[in-house]
């Protein structure tokens, strides 16, 4: 099959005039644009990155020239947090927390009142408290968020049968086949968030483009309630100016530890070889690798079922002293409580990772009768597995913790040219 000219891609990938929003022009750039931009209906005044792909002006990337598929990645936005607003008015426009609050509760949810104050998910109650005197916290009601989860998924269901879900409120979904014969995938999820809002009253985020990489970084780029486009003209030119720390899996830690090496961008990240990545990343170096070019060639998986929950860190010093190793597992408990919490999951085997000063490593398990997820338990279980190691003959120099054998309740989670965006 002959390969589409790249005057065929851009006029594939051009948006259509949104009338139902008095003209406004659906947006599809994606390089140092106003807030305004990649939202519906908006009409931008600058010269925008999708304009000088257009006419030619933005370099083209040799990366992107074989056909590419239709992906869209949907997140409803705090989305616990916003269901109790919807069910609560009392709620609306204060800072909201979904979790306990009690002294070792997490936050599972923070509406974006909160987040003004930088109360995040997964982070300890106390701590938002103490960013948020007035924070209110709510109990989670996830049978709840499970049944408008379904609602939801209903709605996907109506566009395309290949949907991954991520959790209860976040999914891909491959749109290059739709079955209501919709022309391009940024008309797809125009209809997909009317559809949510109109029967379920919340609002998702959603990005559009031609893999899974950029349809995540999209749907977060101008949030909330926006629709986000990057287009394959646009792919490899947008990942050079994204910064390090919206590179979807790079954490606080990673991320600092890349700065100190001089990777402060997408551009930054391409300039290394495989060799470089590799000392940096390890056996995710391939992946960032490619994305740093604009190519992620996972495929949108159907029912794909996640196997474990879990979180792990690498002391600056090391140490065998059970108190002072204690309180360097309360943060990654913090994690995974928080990760069970966000996306409704338990699980029956709590697995202990711990690796010593010499790079020896030994692992600790404990299969449950019913499934946990909640901190108490967790840290129970983890400092149990943990005194059970003593004496330590050596210091420690990393620990971790993961969740295995998950439920899932409702909710399969996973592990992550002529066609028309």
């Not at 305004?36 to 009409?43: A, F, L, R, V, Y």
């Amino acid at each position: 099959m002959p390969r589409p000219s790249a005057a065929r891609v851009n006029k594939a990938f051009a948006a259509p005039p949104d009338r139902a929003l008095g003209g406004g022009r659906w947006h599809t750039c994606g390089l140092n644009q106003p807030p305004e931009c990649g939202k519906i209906g908006t009409k931008v005044e600058h010269r925008s990155a999708c304009d000088r792909a257009a006419d030619g002006s933005l370099k083209r990337d040799s990366a992107v020239t074989a056909p590419v598929r239709k992906v869209i990645h949907v997140d409803m936005d705090a989305f616990y947090a916003s269901v109790e607003q919807r069910d609560d008015p009392a709620l609306r426009g204060r800072p909201v927390a979904v979790g306990g609050s009690r002294e070792r509760g997490v936050v599972a949810a923070a509406s974006y009142e909160a987040r003004v104050f930088g109360v995040r998910s997964a982070m300890p109650s106390v701590t938002a408290r103490r960013l948020c005197p007035d924070l209110v916290f709510v109990r989670p009601r996830f049978e709840v968020y499970r049944g408008i989860s379904e609602e939801i998924r209903t709605v996907f269901s109506e566009h395309t049968p290949v949907i991954e879900p991520l959790s209860l409120d976040e999914a891909y979904l491959d749109v290059t086949e739709n079955l209501q014969g919709l022309p391009t995938a940024t008309l797809v999820a125009r209809a997909i968030r009317a559809a949510i809002r109109e029967r379920t009253g919340l609002v998702a985020s959603a990005g559009v483009s031609y893999n899974k990489f950029l349809a995540k970084v999209a749907s977060d780029y101008r949030k909330p309630d926006a629709l986000f486009v990057i287009t394959p003209e646009m792919g490899p030119a947008f990942v050079e100016d994204l910064a390090i720390g919206r590179f979807h899996g790079i954490g606080p830690v990673t991320e600092t530890k890349m700065r100190r090496l001089g990777i402060h961008t997408g551009r930054d990240l391409k300039a290394r070889s495989l060799e470089e990545l590799t000392a940096i990343l390890g056996s995710a170096a391939p992946y960032y690798h490619g994305v740093a070019r604009g190519i992620d060639e996972r495929p949108v998986r159907a029912h794909r079922i996640r196997k474990s929950i879990g979180a792990e860190n690498t002391f600056s010093d090391d140490s065998a002293d059970l108190d002072v190793l204690a309180e360097r597992l309360a943060p990654i408990l913090d994690k995974v409580a928080g990760a069970c919490a966000a996306k409704g999951l338990r699980g029956r085997t709590v697995t202990l990772k711990v690796k010593f000063s010499d790079f020896a490593q030994v692992t600790r398990a404990r299969s449950l009768a019913s499934p946990v997820g909640d901190r108490a338990s967790l840290e129970a279980i983890s400092l149990g597995l943990l005194r059970d190691l003593y004496p330590l003959r050596r210091s420690v120099r990393l620990l971790g913790v993961a969740l295995s054998a998950l439920d899932h309740g409702e909710s399969p989670e996973p592990l992550q040219l002529g066609l028309a965006i």
